[in-house]
């Protein structure tokens, strides 16, 4: 559309004003195309017709939906007010001081401190791209250090900006940047050299002006060096452009270098006595400005600052106290009085304090120096004439030599620093800091704003040219045409200035002349320049100055001063002085360039006028214009091999008053700095770039139902935009992005906002119809109503007779009546169809459930075959994507190893290169050498011309003086004979050099050969390489052909694992006869219950004639001969007689609590016996089941042998206890003593058996090994009849009769009854679970019987020779997965612990301490490897707490034992106090925990921002707006999208693991804690850095996000953590983004609600409030003042920025373990099997 018809009313538009720049005014009437006023009213109410000329319309103002842009470049209409207004807004409203402008970081400066450079501002942005986050100064270091990884490419910020902008500190704090994200591994602590160079620099190179308290009066050029880790390893600085004059010379209200200040301030130091100074106001050089303090700066503390840091550089004391005197000297000559001697002449005195103390400290000679100050040599061809000079030539000389020696240590000490920051090795990349001036312009230019300027201009260009490549790249990108731009090429004023016969040249040819002047220097460039140049301007009204079109501005130069200036010569007379000075460093300071020196040269004394001009003619040729012109062509041509990257600080005011915004000065600025050139670029060409996605969801409101059906969201952009704008220029499709030029995004706002708006009138227009309606209705019912009464009042009235009520009365019976009976019928019609309705319904249910059913188990027949499919499918896909990932492997490889050697290739061509490049030099200094030796011939043939004059003038004096004419002769001769000499010497050296240049061409010439037979050599090489090669490519081809026959033999294997599949589902079909076998042993169980109480009511005998009726029922030596000694011994190791034994010992101990007390007594003998004769019942029965089976016969023999020798151990025991019974129950003696007799007998008996068969078991060791199978078969078949023959025995019945005789007398029926019930369904659910083998089976009965084994006491025998295989098998190669399953939590601990029992029972301390150390370094070894494995970690941690509870529960510490059991009371330690290793464990532990903690956030922290922030899960509310941004080439999204849901799933897993691992539930609270502090500390520290994530609509998503994260706390019962509390911030924010901000009740309830943040948070997200449509309103400043008001009384910390590092602090409560120690087995997966229980 066109131009003109944007100005319609309501827009708004810019009208230039003399104070503010530019003026907003908006259109009161539509403008036409040819009208001459614009009718405008401004802000403040006043109507305006303003003239306008038809082809230049006053500049649009932008929608305030893109005011306040983080990029300049992103408005829709880009001009100078535009920008303007948007720099205003961020920095006075927003308080923000940066913004981009395209690839221009803008910074103004605040003058005040603020809180967003700290620690965790760099964590913050590090690793984000740029435009993720709002702008920022980090942003670019991070920019640059990010492409300088991805491209090892170098890069170069360039600060640039006004005196008293920031350039200083913004330089500072990239430094800063790269040396906190880049540590290095290192203790040099390079990093902190580097920036340690700052202060440094500094205070020698900065001083106070009016503009800037700490301005920066040199250029500097930074270079950091990273290595291919890219971390810092060095540095190296570049400087430019002292100012010297400062040294001497200082304006009102400034002050000279730092430096100076410093040591005056410390002058009272002894260190510093000395240098006898004292204070600033007593030195000429720091009082000149009558400013020697600077508010709030402490130059003592800087001065220790300074030397600290020097320090720190290696820079010793020495090197210090060497440059303080020098500096000191310069203070004191100064103040060197100088006095004028009439008009012409001027002397010192001698006696001068301060010329002796100049003098002294540099160790010259006080009487030349006094001499030479006020006088000058002036050496001419025949004489040397010594010159008295006035009293302002010799104040000028002093000053001259103070700036040379401030000149030379400010070199020396940048010189100093450079190589304390050198390193060793090879610089991989580095990043360049430019920290420079930028344009100036004053009342009064001179030399150095012409450098400047000139500085400036040459950056400019290259700024432009880098532009103009940036935009090529994209457009070529997006595949747009690339059109040619007409942009400002500022080539012909750097012609101007540089160029041959330009400024520059002509100043330095002026210098080059002994009578050259600057008003000569002028004339030269009137002649040269006026009228002939555009760029060059002769001012009006002056003859001494000249005038220079910059790119940014016209600016006019005062010639005064420029040669004195250029020249910056010192008379060398004074040079010389200080040459002979004895102090090493100033002499060195003024010595030439170091030249060997023949031994026989002492004896020439040189005292000859011609050596002297030589040295004059050197410098004059290197004068300070043509030093800075080649350091400037350097710094160029290092630039352009590097990226750029740019900074431009803005001044905002002169006043330096804080976040105040002069639009004139800054206006000023922006045109000199180079951004409203860009601005003006950028709006030549596309300047708003969205991508499709974008611009679909912000303008999906202007497309209509048929365009939004389409599925291609791309495609709707397209029809959409042609659609809404007709003209096809101004607009691009680009393959990601659309391409608008300037003006259209506001106006396609401007359509969306008059959508939006007439949307709004409609919804308005309806709710007031309907509001309006209602109300209607509302009185239109009232009115009835109060007609309907006020009607039958009057009718009431008027008919209300007798007959009538009679009438009435009648009526209404008859109405009952009639009413009754229709409801009635009603009712039964509708009854009869509800039981018929109901018939039906439920019918029609009961098939619906029948069908579902059936149809269910269709389908879980179907899923089966259906998931064994695809499980197949899905091994197959993952095998093919295996190999085709190690093919595509391997390519990549040799890819790899071509590119490679091509490389090399390369770099062998450009060394060829150099050596051609190096040889054409060689023949360009050869041919130099010979015209100067043509010179020199001249120059002989002008001294012999000379000699010969001198001798006719000599033969004339001969008349008038014979004495001279003696002496004349005799110098003649001497001159003569030294000419001679000096010729020879020159001729020698001219043939030397010239032999030595040929040699040196000859061997490089074979060198080149070389090099090329090399070259061929590596060539061929190559190509045999690349055979091979394509040799392995071929081979690899057959690989792949091989691996496909392998895939289709798999394929036959899996034919036959379905077969295999059909067999074992036939195996299936058994289940069910086993389930029957199960529930007759329920039945079983039954009937066993019922004879329980049959029992109860019998007799029992005694325990001696129950003892011997069972030992005589069984053939004990028989069986036991025909077992073997493996069965045997199998039996011992699985404690299947300890365990009889134990059993026997309790029923013993029956017997001594009966002689106590009858009744308990009773209790327990028939448990026990109870339980023995369930036992062996069920043991009969599993043999039964075993021998149906015929499995496992081997296990079977051993239980049943089990069975029957654990009552041969009964009588030991029984002896053993009886014995003591009788020790203590002397009462009871007769009546135990026929008892005690028989048990003795029968105890001796089977002790004598079992050493016999024990001695008959070693000597026949080896038949039975040869006979084993044919005695098992035996076993088995005696075995199975004495099975047979139990069954049928009456020794059973007697035992069950005698049993229930002894049960009805002596037990209480509640109590036995319920301790039988508890045994028996613990046995009943072992043999359920344990069918296939009888070992499984004895092994857990024995951990569920609650029998206190003497053989199992809760410890782990070991050797020490086995400590290294326990930590390698328990803890170095344990896999937590193959542990955490059916395993009890922090099982390797308990074992641990029972192996650290083992080692304090034996009673020793070596062994014990050994364990524990090896034990300890074990845990730290596994967790130093799987330092990233989360698995490992929680494993660990976990067993770490297990193992430190398990030490405290049995320390023998009271404390620690309240909640042990009596058997785990005593199983604590005995000899030893471990409380030592407690407190390394515990310390152990929380080094873990704080491990664990690091891999969880590691983990979970890239998905916080964008699951958090970025993502939006709401439907139809988008917390976003486009913001067209430009990201660097490098800021390429490459990360995944993450989503609220990512972060959810990721902590289940994370507390899954840990559940799954057994950690204690406190540590995972905790855990969950600081987890939850991580997510709320990074979501609201990148909400404070996102200005665009501050909408009232992202705090409703953030607030849901909120909610789901309380929601999963609930879900997995951890709301005691106080998690949600660690999010209490972030609610607070999002609530405080929501919130009504207009009112005082508003801010008091802001001040009221957000407790939990601060001061400085509230206010930051404030400032920071972005509307997203046109309809929500900014907060206004004047409300973020009163908020601020409000909160003055708070005492908060006034940091901005969350600690996302900071840990709560761990506790580990004492949680003792309720497991056993004598009940814990060690699985077979430990590979333990050299441990024994004991």
Not at 106 to 116: E, G, S
Not at 1160 to 1185: R, T
Request: glycine share 4%.
């Amino acid at each position: 559309m066109a131009l003109a018809e944007l100005y319609t009313q309501y827009n708004r538009v810019w009208i230039p004003d003399n104070e503010e720049v530019w003026q907003s005014a908006e259109i009161t009437k539509n403008y036409k195309a040819g009208d001459h006023f614009l009718h405008v009213q401004l802000e403040d109410g006043t109507e305006l017709n303003y003239p306008v000329d038809p082809a230049a319309l006053p500049p649009l103002r932008n929608p305030d939906i893109l005011v306040g842009e983080n990029d300049l470049t992103a408005l829709s209409y880009l001009h100078e007010p535009a920008v303007l207004h948007n720099l205003k807004v961020r920095f006075v409203e927003s308080k923000l001081i940066y913004t981009y402008s395209g690839i221009i970081l803008v910074a103004i400066n605040p003058y005040k401190q603020l809180p967003i450079y700290g620690d965790a501002i760099i964590h913050a942005y590090s690793g984000q791209n740029m435009g993720d986050m709002d702008p920022h100064i980090f942003a670019v270091a991070e920019e640059a250090y990010k492409q300088m990884a991805r491209n090892n490419k170098n890069q170069s910020i360039v600060v640039s900006g006004e005196s008293g902008a920031g350039k200083t500190v913004s330089a500072r704090y990239t430094m800063r940047y790269f040396a906190t994200v880049s540590k290095s591994s290192s203790n040099a602590h390079v990093e902190d050299k580097v920036l340690a160079s700052n202060p440094i620099t500094e205070a020698v190179g900065n001083a106070k002006t009016t503009r800037n308290d700490n301005s920066s009066r040199f250029g500097k050029y930074t270079e950091i060096s990273f290595d291919q880790s890219y971390q810092i390893i060095g540095a190296n600085m570049r400087t430019y452009l002292l100012e010297k004059s400062r040294v001497v010379f200082q304006s009102e209200n400034e002050r000279n270098y730092h430096i100076f200040y410093q040591l005056c301030a410390s002058a009272m130091q002894p260190e510093f006595k000395h240098l006898k100074l004292g204070s600033a106001e007593e030195f000429n050089y720091t009082r000149m400005g009558g400013s020697t303090v600077i508010e709030g700066v402490d130059d003592r503390a800087n001065m220790v600052e300074t030397k600290k840091t020097f320090a720190l550089l290696g820079l010793k004391g020495n090197f210090q106290m060497d440059v303080f005197k020098i500096l000191a000297a310069i203070l004191h000559l100064g103040n060197v009085e100088i006095t004028a001697v009439g008009d012409e002449r001027s002397s010192i005195s001698l006696e001068d304090k301060h010329l002796n103390i100049f003098c002294e400290l540099l160790d010259l000679n006080c009487e030349k120096m006094a001499q030479w100050l006020c006088h000058r040599k002036i050496i001419t061809t025949s004489d040397t004439v010594i010159k008295p000079m006035t009293r302002a030539q010799a104040v000028n000389a002093r000053d001259a030599l103070a700036k040379k020696i401030y000149s030379h240590v400010f070199d020396f000490i940048v010189e100093s620093i450079n190589c304390a920051l050198q390193f060793h090795g090879k610089q991989h990349t580095f990043i360049g800091v430019l920290d420079i001036y930028g344009f100036e312009t004053f009342d009064v230019n001179s030399f150095e704003q012409f450098c400047i300027n000139y500085a400036n201009e040459k950056l400019q260009q290259q700024f432009n040219l880098h532009v103009f490549k940036l935009e090529q790249e994209e457009y070529m990108k997006e595949d747009i045409p690339w059109t040619l731009i007409d942009f400002y090429d500022n080539q012909p004023v750097i012609d101007l200035i540089e160029a041959k016969m330009g400024i520059l040249e002509l100043l330095d040819e002026e210098c080059l002349l002994p009578h050259g002047t600057d008003e000569n220097w002028l004339q030269k460039l009137y002649n040269n320049f006026v009228n002939k140049n555009v760029l060059f301007e002769k001012p009006r009204m002056s003859n001494t100055s000249f005038i220079i079109q910059h790119f940014a501005d016209k600016v006019e130069y005062k010639c005064e001063g420029f040669l004195e200036k250029n020249r910056d010569t010192v008379h060398e007379v004074l040079t010389e002085i200080l040459k002979e000075s004895k102090f090493r460093l100033c002499a060195n300071f003024f010595q030439d360039n170091p030249v060997s020196i023949s031994p026989f040269s002492s004896t020439i004394n040189i005292k000859s006028a011609r050596p002297v001009l030589k040295s004059p003619n050197k410098q004059l040729r290197m004068t300070v214009g043509s030093k800075f012109r080649n350091s400037l062509s350097l710094l160029m041509v290092t630039l352009s091999a590097t990226t750029p990257h740019y900074v431009r600080c803005i001044k905002p005011n002169d006043e330096k008053l804080p976040f105040e915004f002069d639009s004139k000065r800054v206006a000023q600025q922006l045109r000199a700095c180079g951004v409203l050139e860009t601005i003006r670029i950028s709006a030549q060409s596309y300047p708003s770039r969205w991508t499709y996605i974008e611009f679909f969801s912000r303008y999906s409101i202007l497309m209509s139902q048929q365009e939004l059906s389409i599925n291609d969201k791309k495609q709707i952009c397209k029809i959409v935009l042609q659609r809404l704008i007709q003209d096809r220029n101004q607009y691009q499709f680009g393959r990601t992005k659309i391409f608008f030029r300037a003006g259209q995004v506001a106006y396609l706002e401007k359509l969306r906002s008059d959508k939006l708006r007439h949307a709004c009138i409609m919804i308005q227009k309806s709710v007031r119809g309907w509001l309006q309606r209602k109300k209607f209705l509302h009185i239109k019912q009232a009115a009835i109503i109060i007609q309907q009464y006020f009607r039958g009042q009057r009718t009431v009235r008027q008919a209300i007779t007798a007959r009538t009520l009679k009438q009435t009365w009648a009526a209404i019976i008859i109405q009952k009546y009639c009413r009754g009976y229709l409801v009635r019928r009603v009712c039964q019609l509708i009854h009869v169809a509800a039981v018929t309705i109901q018939a039906y319904t439920r019918g029609f249910l009961a098939r619906k459930k029948y069908q579902k059913v059936l149809k269910e188990h269709k389908a879980v027949i179907l899923q089966k075959y259906a998931r064994a499919w695809l499980a197949r499918r899905r091994f197959q896909n993952i095998r093919r994507f295996v190999l085709n990932i190690q093919l595509s492997y391997r390519v990549q490889r040799l890819q790899k190893k071509i590119e490679e050697q091509s490389r090399e290739n390369h770099g062998l061509l450009e060394r060829l290169t150099n050596l051609a490049s190096t040889h054409m030099n060689d023949m360009d200094t050869i041919q130099k050498l010979e015209l100067d030796l043509g010179k020199l011939t001249a120059q002989k043939r002008t001294y012999e011309e000379k000699g010969k004059k001198f001798k006719e003038d000599s033969e004339q004096k001969i008349l008038k003086l014979e004495n001279q004419n003696k002496e004349l002769q005799e110098q003649k001769e001497t001159l003569e004979i030294k000419l001679q000499e000096k010729t020879d010497e020159m001729k020698e050296k001219m043939d030397d050099l010239m032999k030595q240049l040929f040699s040196e061409v000859q061997k490089e010439e074979n060198q080149r050969m070389i090099l090329e037979k090399n070259f061929q050599n590596q060539k061929q090489d190559y190509e045999k390489e690349i055979e091979l090669l394509k040799g392995e490519i071929k081979i690899l081809k057959e690989e792949k052909t091989q691996l496909q026959h392998q895939i289709q033999q798999e394929i036959v294997i899996q034919d036959g694992l379905k077969m295999e599949v059909g067999q074992l589902t036939k195996q299936a079909r058994k289940i069910p006869e086993l389930q029957k076998e199960i529930e007759l042993l329920q039945t079983q169980k039954l009937d066993v219950e019922k004879q329980a109480q049959s029992q109860k009511r019998e007799l029992r005998e005694k325990m001696s004639e129950v003892t011997k009726q069972l030992l005589e029922s069984y053939d004990f030596e028989h069986i036991r001969s025909r077992l073997s000694m493996e069965d045997l011994e199998h039996l011992n190791e699985d404690g299947e007689l300890w365990f009889a034994y134990e059993g026997l010992k309790k029923a013993t101990r029956v017997l001594e609590s009966h002689f106590q007390s009858q009744k308990e007594i009773y209790e327990k003998e028939i448990e026990g016996l109870s339980f023995k004769v369930e036992h062996l019942s069920q043991d009969i029965n599993h043999l039964q089941k075993l021998f149906r089976e015929e499995n496992d016969i081997n296990d079977g023999i051993r239980l049943e042998v089990s069975r029957l020798t654990s009552e041969n151990l009964v009588i030991p025991d029984l002896k053993q206890q009886v014995s003591e019974l009788e020790n203590k129950k002397s009462d009871l003696e007769n009546r135990l003593h026929e008892q005690t007799v028989k048990l003795k007998d029968m105890s001796n008996r089977l002790h004598y058996e079992l050493e016999g068969d024990r001695t008959q078991r070693r000597t026949n060791e080896e038949q039975n090994e040869i006979d084993t199978k044919e005695r098992l078969k035996v076993t088995t078949q005696e075995i199975e009849g004495l099975r047979n023959g139990l069954l049928q025995d009456e020794i059973q019945d007697e035992v069950k009769s005698k049993i229930k005789q002894e049960t009805t007398r002596l037990t209480v029926e509640n109590m036995d009854l319920e301790e039988k019930l508890d045994m028996k369904d613990r046995i009943i659910k072992k043999l359920e679970d344990q069918i296939k083998t009888l070992t499984k089976t004895i092994e857990k009965t024995e951990a569920h019987v609650p029998t206190l084994s003497k053989e199992y006491i809760g410890m782990m025998e070991y050797k020490k020779e086995d400590e290294e295989r326990i930590i390698q098998n328990l803890i170095l190669d344990l896999k937590p997965r193959g542990v955490v399953v059916n395993t009890i939590p922090g099982l390797p601990a308990h074992i641990l612990f029972m192996c650290v029992r083992y080692a304090d029972y034996l009673n020793d301390a070596d062994m014990l301490k050994s364990f524990m150390n090896v034990t300890i370094d074990g845990i730290k070894k596994v967790v130093k490897e799987h330092s990233e494995d989360f698995e490992m970690l929680s494993f660990w941690l976990s067993n770490t707490y297990y193992f430190l509870n398990c030490l405290k529960q049995y320390s023998g510490e009271e404390e620690f034992m309240k909640c042990n059991t009596p058997r785990q009371n005593k199983n604590c330690l005995k000899h030893f106090d471990l409380s030592e290793y407690r407190q390394i464990l515990s310390d152990l532990a929380i080094r873990v925990y704080h491990q664990f903690i690091i891999v969880m956030e590691n983990n979970i922290q890239p998905m916080i921002v964008p699951g958090m922030l970025e993502y939006e899960s709401l439907q139809g509310i988008s917390g976003l707006k486009p913001t067209g941004f430009r990201k660097r080439s490098s800021s390429i999204d490459d990360t995944d999208t993450y989503t609220m849901t990512s972060i959810l799933q990721q902590l289940s897993y994370f507390y899954s693991t840990m559940r799954q691992n057994g950690l204690e539930s406190e540590l995972l609270k905790q855990a969950v804690k600081q987890l939850f502090f991580l997510i709320g500390a990074i979501t609201l520290n990148s909400l404070f850095l996102r200005k665009d994530m501050c909408s009232c609509r992202k705090g409703m998503q953030i607030r849901c996000n909120i909610s789901y994260l309380e929601e999963w706390l609930k879900d997995k019962n951890l709301q005691s953590s106080n998690a949600k509390e660690t999010l209490e911030p972030l609610s607070q924010a999002a609530w405080l983004l929501q919130v009504k901000k207009i009112t005082d009740d508003d801010a008091k309830e802001i001040c009221e609600r957000c407790t939990s943040l601060s001061t400085v948070q509230i206010v930051k997200i404030l400032n920071s409030y972005t509307p997203i449509d046109d309809f929500e309103k900014r907060v206004t400043p004047s409300f973020v003042r009163k908020v601020q008001a409000m909160l003055n009384n708070r005492e908060d910390l006034p940091q901005l920025m969350l600690d996302t590092k900071y840990l709560f602090q761990v506790t580990f409560p004492f949680t003792p373990s309720p497991h056993a120690l004598e009940m814990i087995q060690v699985p077979s997966s430990f590979k333990l099997g050299f441990l024994t229980r004991v």
